[in-house]
């Protein structure tokens, strides 16, 4: 399912119009990202949780050449499936 997909099952399921629907699907994306960029988590009890991850400096090598570089340090969005979505899908 893509992200216009998505707002149809919305739009279907609410009785929204599509564009309603693709209002809400947005808000709730930028919602959820800009918690994250503060640094907070998101929890939805019965879904799962998003959260930030925090990745330490690291030397790695360029694949072409061989030769050893460094990787900075950065921050991973990540996602743990709740136990309700996990049942849903078993």
Do not use: C, W, Y
């Not at 119009?17 to 990202?33: T, Y």
């Not at 309700?84 to 899908?89: A, H, I, N, Q």
């Amino acid at each position: 399912m893509n992200k216009q997909e998505l707002i149809g099952a919305v739009a279907d399921g609410s009785g929204l119009s599509k564009a309603d629907a693709g209002k809400a699907v947005e808000a709730v994306f930028d919602s959820i990202a800009a918690a994250l960029k503060k640094g907070d988590e998101v929890r939805l009890v019965g879904f799962g949780t998003f959260s930030v991850s925090k990745r330490k400096a690291s030397t790695g090598r360029n694949p072409r050449t061989g030769e050893p570089m460094t990787i900075k340090a950065s921050s991973q969005p990540k996602f743990k499936a709740g136990k309700g979505l996990k049942d849903s899908v078993n």
